[in-house]
């Protein structure tokens, strides 16, 4: 096989005329091209809501999906990326591209983490909107359906990594991209000019059978799965980034909200009422709260204690949520970059109605000078 070809090429991104089952299999290598790439902007009828975004991995850019799962009291999240670490603001002397990161937390609140798992070339596959993946050499793979109703993670890594077993993933609520839903084949798939955002589950049914550093970890909660992709190192496009997802009464809601280096907010809002969306797009004013806290934030050594989230749904008013509790599952801060993950518990709704409490998760991604 010529070099050339191990690259998924632009035309059978872009350019592939498919039917809704039509299957494209894509190789990733795991050493990055040197060369300028393409990276998908806007939705196309022919192309997988939930494929690879990226043309080809070149040294700044990233692709990744994410999964995670969470209820009242555990969660787990899983990424599986591909891009160089330095393409999401951590430079090493890895020279990988494709890798999983696993981490979260027991029902008891204690937090536990998977080692850094590198990855041999992952192989995506897309059948209709839906996309399976081996990252191989890892034992860590994927399926979905082609219309993104059921996602499936399988590990097998027990020996290597002391994690084995499943996780399901049954929709409750039509996937979106940043601005746009799943069926607006028109949309941008932008969040800002150059990050990508695809959520092809914003919420889920969700089962974690698994056993992790020697333990059952066995919950039922709600899970969660996108992706997002640049053409620039994250850290390059962001300065700072509050995202969230949690189930709250009948209301499935996600929540991003990003400044870039220049000041300039980019948002955008989800909420899916008993499964059916009543808001896609912007605007969420997601405002962090706690001691010595300031918008925007400057200090990355003071994590927020939680969020107030603003979300305007037009005609149906505005809805407002609060998160009420913070579990640290993850982070990290090196030298002003740094990224933190939290399960916490919501209560809100629309505003001058009934409040309901739910869970969920957030992350605050920042890279300040
Ligand atoms: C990767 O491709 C993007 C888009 O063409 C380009 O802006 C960037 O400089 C490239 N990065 C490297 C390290 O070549
Ligand atoms: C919480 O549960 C995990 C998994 O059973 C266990 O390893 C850990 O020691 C527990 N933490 C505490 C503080 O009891
Ligand atoms: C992933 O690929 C590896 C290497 O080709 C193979 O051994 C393994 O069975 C595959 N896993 C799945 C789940 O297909
Ligand atoms: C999605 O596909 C699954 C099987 O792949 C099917 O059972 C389900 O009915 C489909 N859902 C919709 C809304 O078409
Ligand atoms: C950032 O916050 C930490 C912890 O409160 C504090 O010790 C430090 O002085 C603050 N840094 C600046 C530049 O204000
Ligand atoms: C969120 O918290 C703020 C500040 O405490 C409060 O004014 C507001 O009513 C709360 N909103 C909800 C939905 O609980």
């Known amino acids: 096989m010529k070099a050339s070809s191990l690259y998924f090429s632009l035309a059978s991104v872009f350019g592939a005329v498919a039917a809704l089952d039509a299957t494209s299999t894509y190789i990733v290598p795991t050493a990055p091209v040197d060369a300028d790439v393409s990276i998908a902007t806007n939705a196309v009828v022919s192309t997988a809501f939930?494929?690879?975004?990226?043309?080809?991995?070149?040294?700044?850019?990233?692709?990744?999906?994410?999964?995670?799962?969470?209820?009242?009291?555990?969660?787990?999240?899983?990424?599986?990326?591909?891009?160089t670490t330095a393409s999401v603001g951590y430079p090493s002397v890895l020279e990988l591209t494709n890798y999983i990161q696993v981490a979260g937390i027991w029902p008891n609140g204690t937090q536990f983490s998977v080692p850094f798992v590198p990855?041999?070339?992952?192989?995506?596959?897309?059948?209709?909107?839906?996309?399976?993946?081996?990252?191989?050499g890892t034992g860590f793979s994927w399926t979905s359906t082609p219309n993104l109703s059921k996602y499936f993670i399988t590990i097998d890594a027990l020996e290597t990594y002391?994690?084995?077993?499943?996780?399901?993933?049954?929709?409750?609520?039509?996937?979106?991209?940043?601005?746009?839903?799943?069926a607006d084949r028109s949309s941008s798939e932008l969040l800002t000019p150059k990050l990508g955002w695809a959520n092809a589950v914003p919420d889920a049914e969700s089962h974690?059978?698994?056993?992790?550093?020697?333990?059952?970890l066995k919950f039922s909660g709600r899970g969660y799965h996108d992706k997002n992709w640049g053409s620039q190192a994250l850290n390059d496009i962001v300065e700072n980034w509050y995202w969230g997802h949690a189930a709250v009464g009948p209301y499935s809601i996600v929540f991003f909200d990003a400044l870039d280096h220049n000041g300039v907010e980019y948002t955008a809002a989800y909420i899916a009422e008993s499964g059916s969306p009543i808001k896609v797009g912007p605007t969420a004013i997601v405002r962090p709260f706690g001691d010595g806290?300031?918008?925007p934030q400057t200090n990355s050594s003071i994590?927020?204690?939680?969020?107030?989230?603003?979300?305007?749904?037009?005609?149906?008013?505005?809805?407002e949520f609060n998160t009420?509790?913070?579990?640290?599952?993850?982070?990290?801060?090196?030298?002003?970059?740094?990224?933190?993950?939290?399960?916490?518990?919501?209560?809100?709704?629309?505003?001058?109605g009934k409040k309901y409490t739910g869970y969920g998760l957030w992350d605050w991604q920042h890279f300040y000078q």
């Open 303 to 319: 994590i927020p204690d939680g969020f107030n989230i603003v979300i305007d749904v037009g005609s149906r008013g505005v809805f």
């Open 50 to 83: 939930d494929g690879p975004k990226v043309s080809a991995v070149n040294g700044s850019t990233f692709d990744w999906w994410y999964f995670d799962v969470v209820s009242a009291k555990a969660s787990i999240s899983l990424v599986f990326q591909t891009g």
């Open 162 to 182: 002391g994690i084995k077993g499943t996780i399901s993933f049954r929709s409750l609520a039509p996937a979106h991209y940043g601005l746009g839903s799943v």
């Open 119 to 136: 990855s041999g070339p992952a192989v995506v596959t897309t059948v209709g909107d839906g996309s399976s993946a081996n990252f191989t």
């Open 208 to 216: 974690v059978d698994l056993i992790v550093g020697g333990e059952q």
């Open 324 to 352: 009420t509790s913070r579990i640290i599952a993850e982070t990290l801060d090196d030298g002003g970059y740094g990224y933190t993950r939290a399960q916490a518990h919501f209560v809100g709704g629309q505003v001058g």
């Open 293 to 295: 806290i300031t918008y």
